[in-house]
């Protein structure tokens, strides 16, 4: 059995900029309604930290700033998505935490972005400066608000911010200390090693079939779990050499810091486009490297049409292993960039018309769901 997860990292832009109207609310609520046209389910990645962060700052300014209040539009919509029978697990960008709203914007604390590297390390469950504290406090806030709506609702899973995860032994500890059983911040091949990115996945387990996690190395897995483990449900990704011609393109695209396509009216800069002081200029090693060694590409809505979504699928089907068993398979994307509703569609499509839907053999899922199977196999 494959069940095919779709998942949204519900948030606006990693520096503050962004409405969130135009670049979640709105486009979220075209994801959510063609998802159910095809009966196919929706997880939402709801960045808890930047929601904390609107309710601390609306009743110092910011809601008579805007005009309405984010984190009451961001609450209402998760509410209503949960009720619809979609999900909402966890996703956490720390320098959100303590983050202040200024007459310019938003003052962020980038020195907290890697999850890993909070100021005070594991830390105290109640500590929201501690991996621990974040992650419990969220957990805690997510059951509170779903669970009069729907009393069987869990948060079960962890999506780190830019996927920084690494070194992972203490969030994998506070993960199990407050009762989180899976993460899925992982694809495979994916490496970055520019400020505030710490990402380095090329030895990743699978790049599409859910492990158990090494307590020490996120990218390992254990067959002797003795009981207790974190499952990791990678997002399913493919590491492909491009043409010249494609990466030529990617590469006057980071140096001229172009936007990827986004909803009407969503307008915001990304860390890169904002902190661009911080990147040093291509060394001939980092344009070889660019220029040479495969790149990592996640099975992503916003980015793909709708044929190459369904090659990834086949890819997936071809090479996947000769076993019986319950494969989820993680589709990824982000609300403020989802302008691809025509070939989101197409592909929805192909798939609910294929033999295989019909057979049952592929169906749609929840990250909640899916994680439940896998802590019971």
């Not at 990693?14 to 095809?38: F, K």
């Not at 890819?315 to 960039?337: A, D, V, W």
Request: charged residues 25%; hydrophobic residues 35%.
């Amino acid at each position: 059995m494959i069940d095919i997860i779709i998942t949204t990292d519900y948030e606006i832009f990693g520096n503050g900029t962004g409405d969130v109207r135009n670049c979640l609310i709105n486009p979220t609520e075209e994801l959510l309604s063609i998802c159910e046209e095809h009966g196919a389910k929706l997880t939402l990645f709801f960045e808890i930290a930047e929601c904390w962060a609107f309710e601390q700052a609306e009743p110092r300014g910011l809601e008579q700033v805007l005009g309405y209040s984010p984190s009451k539009l961001m609450r209402e919509q998760a509410i209503e998505a949960v009720h619809r029978g979609h999900d909402v697990q966890l996703h956490v960008h720390p320098q959100w935490v303590g983050a202040e709203y200024r007459s310019h914007g938003w003052n962020l604390n980038m020195n907290y972005w890697r999850l890993p590297e909070m100021p005070h390390g594991l830390g105290d469950p109640e500590d929201l400066l501690s991996i621990r504290g974040v992650l419990s406090q969220g957990k805690l806030d997510f059951e509170a608000m779903f669970q009069p709506y729907v009393p069987d609702y869990e948060c079960i899973v962890l999506r780190a911010g830019g996927s920084c995860i690494q070194p992972s032994g203490n969030v994998v500890q506070a993960m199990m200390d407050v009762g989180l059983m899976a993460d899925s911040s992982v694809y495979k091949g994916g490496y970055l090693k520019e400020w505030p990115f710490e990402v380095d996945f090329r030895e990743a387990h699978s790049d599409s079939v859910p492990w158990r996690i090494d307590p020490e190395d996120i990218n390992k897995a254990i067959e002797d779990h003795k009981g207790e483990a974190i499952w990791e449900l990678p997002i399913f990704t493919r590491c492909q050499r491009l043409s010249g011609f494609s990466r030529l393109k990617r590469l006057l695209t980071a140096m001229v810091g172009k936007s990827k396509d986004r909803p009407t009216g969503c307008k915001g800069k990304t860390v890169f486009q904002t902190h661009r002081r911080k990147y040093s200029m291509l060394s001939p090693r980092k344009l070889m490297r660019f220029l040479m060694e495969p790149i990592a590409i996640q099975w992503d809505y916003c980015e793909l049409s709708g044929d190459e979504m369904w090659e990834f699928f086949e890819h997936f089907l071809t090479n996947r292993e000769h076993r019986e068993g319950y494969y989820p398979l993680i589709m990824s994307g982000h609300p403020k960039y989802f302008a691809n509703g025509v070939e989101f569609r197409s592909f929805l499509q192909r798939l609910t018309a294929s033999s295989l839907f019909a057979e049952g053999q592929v169906g749609f899922s929840t990250m909640q769901r899916a994680v439940r199977i896998l802590q019971s196999s």
